[in-house]
C-alpha cells in the first residue's frame, strides 16, 4: 500500500518535536494556514494535527489553535521507567525463572558458609581474581569461544560495562565506528559518551549489508565494526557462516577493530563460530549473565586479544575499580556447578514458548524475530505511525518501544520492538491480543 502523501509532513512535524525544534508550548499554523503553507487541502491538514495529537505531541484547544505539548516518555528500549504497578511492560527484557530467587538465598547461604567472606569485604584486581577469570573463560568457550583463557577474559559489570570499557581503552573521540541501522541502544548511549560517529550500515537478510560496509571503509576512515552476529537486538537475526568469513575479511583488508556483542547469543544454539574465532587478533567480544541468569547480577565478560587487555583494565579501575565480589563469587560458583547452564536452557525453551504465544496471537502482522529470542520487531504498515501505536497502547497500560531508540540513521522505520521476557504467560497472551487489535485500529 503506498504511503499517503500527507505522511512524510507528519514525520517532519513529529521530529522537530521530538528534537526541541519546536518546543512544548509552541502555537502551530491554523489548519488554513498549514493547508495553505504545504498545498493541502484543509481537510487534509487536520489529519496532519489529528495524528500529532494521537502520537500525544501537540493538543487541540477550541478557540486557541494547536500546540505542541511535552513528549510523554514511550518505551526506550534502555530506560527503565517507573511505570504504575498495572502497567504491562513489554520494552524491556527481564526474564526470570521461578526458582531464581530460591537459588540466590541458597548461594548466599553458601558463600556465608565458606569462611572467606573475609577477602570479599577487600578490593579485588580490577579485572578479576585468577580463578574466576579461569571461571569466565570456561564458560565463554562452553558456549562456542574455544581461544578464551583466563589471561584474555575480563570481569565487567555487564555487557554495558564491557561495550563501554572497550570503547573507552580501544577507540579515540571522533573515530568512526560502523553499526547497523538499528542497534542496541546502549552502544548509542557508549559511543556518545566516548563522542564516537556512528556510521550506519543497511541491513541484508540476516546480517549487515557487507558490500555497504565495505563502500563506507573505502569512503571514510573506519575505525571500528559495531555487531550483533548471533542473535542481533531488535532483529533477531543469525549471520551465517559464509558472511561471518566476508566480515572478517573486510575487517582485515582496512584495519577495523571487531566489537562483537553477544548478550543474547545463549538463546541461538548451533550457531556458527563467534567472530572472535574467527579474528581472535583484531575482535573484542563482550557477554553477559543478566539475561541468562539474572538482570540485578551485572556480572559481563570481555574477550579480547592479549595485548589489549591492560588497557580495557585500566578502564575497568577508572570505572568501578572491579565487579562487586560478592555478585561475581556467586556468578562463578553457579558456572561452575553448571546452575548457569541449567537456567540458559530453561530460558530457551522460555523463549521459544513465548514466540510461540506470540505467532498465534498476532497471526496476520509481520514479524521479524528469531525462534527462541525474547523480543520481537514489528514493521508496520505505510500509513500506521508507531508513536500513535506506541500512546493508545500506553493508554491499554502496555509500553512498548518504538525504532526511535534503535535507529543510527536519519530515516526511522515505524515498527515496534515487543520485549516478551518480563511478564508471565497469561499476562503476555492477553498483551499481545490487545497490541493487535490497537495495530488494526490504526490501520485503513
Given at each position: 500500500?503506498?504511503?499517503?502523501?500527507?505522511?512524510?509532513?507528519?514525520?517532519?512535524?513529529?521530529?522537530?518535536?521530538?528534537?526541541?525544534?519546536l518546543?512544548?508550548?509552541?502555537r502551530?499554523?491554523?489548519?488554513?494556514?498549514?493547508?495553505?503553507?504545504?498545498?493541502?487541502a484543509l481537510?487534509?491538514?487536520t489529519?496532519?494535527?489529528?495524528e500529532?495529537?494521537?502520537?500525544?505531541?501537540?493538543?487541540?484547544?477550541?478557540?486557541?489553535?494547536?500546540?505542541?505539548?511535552?513528549?510523554?516518555?514511550?518505551?526506550?528500549?534502555?530506560?527503565?521507567?517507573?511505570?504504575?504497578?498495572?502497567?504491562?511492560?513489554?520494552?524491556?527484557?527481564?526474564?526470570?525463572?521461578?526458582?531464581?530467587?530460591?537459588?540466590?538465598?541458597?548461594?548466599l547461604?553458601?558463600?556465608?558458609?565458606?569462611?572467606?567472606?573475609?577477602?570479599?569485604?577487600?578490593?579485588?584486581?580490577h579485572?578479576?581474581?585468577?580463578?574466576?577469570?579461569?571461571?569466565?573463560?570456561?564458560?565463554?568457550?562452553?558456549?562456542?569461544l574455544?581461544?578464551?583463557?583466563?589471561?584474555?577474559?575480563?570481569?565487567?559489570?555487564g555487557?554495558?560495562?564491557?561495550?563501554t570499557?572497550?570503547?573507552?581503552?580501544?577507540l579515540?573521540p571522533?573515530?568512526?565506528?560502523?553499526?547497523?541501522?538499528?542497534?542496541?541502544?546502549?552502544?548509542?548511549?557508549?559511543?556518545e559518551?566516548?563522542?564516537?560517529?556512528?556510521?550506519?550500515?543497511?541491513?541484508?537478510?540476516?546480517?549487515?549489508?557487507?558490500?555497504a560496509?565495505?563502500?563506507?571503509?573505502?569512503?571514510?576512515?573506519v575505525?571500528?565494526?559495531?555487531?550483533?552476529?548471533?542473535?542481533?537486538?531488535?532483529?533477531?537475526w543469525?549471520?551465517?557462516?559464509?558472511?561471518?568469513?566476508?566480515?572478517?575479511?573486510?575487517?582485515?583488508?582496512?584495519?577495523?577493530?571487531?566489537?562483537?556483542?553477544?548478550?543474547?547469543?545463549?538463546?541461538?544454539?548451533?550457531?556458527?563460530?563467534?567472530?572472535?574465532s574467527?579474528?581472535?587478533?583484531?575482535?573484542?567480544?563482550?557477554?553477559?549473565?543478566?539475561?541468562?541468569?539474572?538482570?540485578g547480577?551485572?556480572?559481563?565478560?570481555?574477550h579480547?586479544?592479549?595485548?589489549?587487555?591492560?588497557?580495557?583494565?585500566?578502564?575497568i579501575?577508572?570505572?568501578?575499580?572491579?565487579?562487586?565480589?560478592?555478585?561475581?563469587?556467586?556468578?562463578?560458583?553457579?558456572?561452575?556447578?553448571?546452575?548457569?547452564?541449567?537456567?540458559?536452557?530453561?530460558?530457551?525453551?522460555?523463549?521459544?514458548?513465548?514466540?510461540?504465544?506470540?505467532?498465534?496471537?498476532?497471526?496476520?502482522?509481520?514479524?521479524?524475530?528469531?525462534?527462541?529470542?525474547?523480543?520481537?520487531?514489528?514493521?508496520?504498515?505505510?500509513?500506521?505511525?508507531?508513536?500513535?501505536?506506541?500512546?493508545?497502547?500506553?493508554?491499554?497500560?502496555?509500553?512498548?518501544?518504538?525504532?526511535?531508540?534503535?535507529?543510527?540513521?536519519?530515516?526511522?522505520?515505524?515498527?515496534?520492538?515487543?520485549?516478551?521476557?518480563?511478564?508471565?504467560?497469561?499476562?503476555?497472551?492477553?498483551?499481545?491480543?490487545?497490541?493487535?487489535?490497537?495495530?488494526?485500529?490504526?490501520?485503513?
Amino acid at each position: 500500500m503506498r504511503e499517503p502523501r500527507y505522511k512524510p509532513l507528519v514525520d517532519r512535524l513529529a521530529a522537530d518535536i521530538r528534537a526541541g525544534r519546536l518546543l512544548p508550548g509552541t502555537r502551530l499554523p491554523t489548519h488554513r494556514d498549514l493547508a495553505e503553507r504545504e498545498g493541502l487541502a484543509l481537510v487534509t491538514a487536520t489529519r496532519v494535527y489529528a495524528e500529532l495529537q494521537a502520537m500525544g505531541l501537540v493538543s487541540g484547544e477550541t478557540g486557541r489553535g494547536t500546540f505542541v505539548k511535552e513528549p510523554l516518555p514511550l518505551g526506550q528500549g534502555i530506560d527503565l521507567h517507573a511505570w504504575g504497578a498495572d502497567t504491562v511492560d513489554l520494552s524491556f527484557n527481564y526474564p526470570s525463572s521461578p526458582d531464581q530467587a530460591e537459588l540466590f538465598r541458597a548461594a548466599l547461604r553458601q558463600l556465608a558458609a565458606r569462611g572467606d567472606l573475609e577477602s570479599l569485604l577487600r578490593y579485588q584486581p580490577h579485572g578479576g581474581r585468577d580463578h574466576e577469570r579461569a571461571a569466565a573463560a570456561r564458560h565463554l568457550s562452553d558456549g562456542g569461544l574455544k581461544a578464551a583463557t583466563a589471561e584474555t577474559v575480563l570481569l565487567v559489570s555487564g555487557a554495558q560495562h564491557g561495550l563501554t570499557t572497550t570503547a573507552m581503552a580501544l577507540l579515540e573521540p571522533g573515530d568512526v565506528v560502523a553499526v547497523d541501522a538499528l542497534t542496541y541502544p546502549g552502544f548509542k548511549l557508549a559511543a556518545e559518551a566516548n563522542r564516537l560517529e556512528l556510521a550506519p550500515i543497511p541491513a541484508a537478510g540476516r546480517g549487515p549489508d557487507l558490500d555497504a560496509l565495505a563502500a563506507l571503509c573505502r569512503r571514510r576512515r573506519v575505525r571500528a565494526v559495531y555487531t550483533m552476529p548471533t542473535l542481533h537486538n531488535p532483529l533477531g537475526w543469525v549471520t551465517g557462516a559464509a558472511r561471518r568469513r566476508e566480515l572478517v575479511a573486510i575487517a582485515r583488508r582496512h584495519g577495523l577493530l571487531i566489537i562483537e556483542d553477544a548478550a543474547y547469543a545463549f538463546l541461538a544454539e548451533h550457531a556458527p563460530p563467534p567472530l572472535a574465532s574467527l579474528a581472535p587478533e583484531t575482535t573484542v567480544y563482550v557477554s553477559s549473565l543478566s539475561k541468562s541468569v539474572a538482570t540485578g547480577l551485572r556480572v559481563g565478560f570481555v574477550h579480547a586479544p592479549r595485548e589489549w587487555i591492560p588497557k580495557i583494565e585500566r578502564k575497568i579501575r577508572a570505572t568501578t575499580w572491579n565487579t562487586p565480589a560478592t555478585m561475581t563469587a556467586i556468578a562463578c560458583g553457579w558456572i561452575d556447578d553448571g546452575t548457569v547452564a541449567l537456567l540458559e536452557a530453561e530460558k530457551r525453551r522460555d523463549a521459544a514458548l513465548r514466540q510461540d504465544i506470540a505467532a498465534r496471537m498476532l497471526h496476520g502482522l509481520k514479524r521479524v524475530g528469531h525462534p527462541a529470542s525474547y523480543f520481537l520487531w514489528l514493521p508496520l504498515a505505510p500509513e500506521v505511525r508507531s508513536d500513535a501505536v506506541a500512546m493508545a497502547l500506553q493508554r491499554e497500560r502496555i509500553s512498548v518501544s518504538t525504532a526511535h531508540p534503535y535507529s543510527t540513521s536519519p530515516q526511522v522505520p515505524h515498527a515496534i520492538r515487543l520485549a516478551l521476557g518480563s511478564v508471565s504467560l497469561p499476562t503476555l497472551e492477553q498483551s499481545l491480543e490487545t497490541v493487535a487489535r490497537v495495530i488494526a485500529d490504526h490501520t485503513f
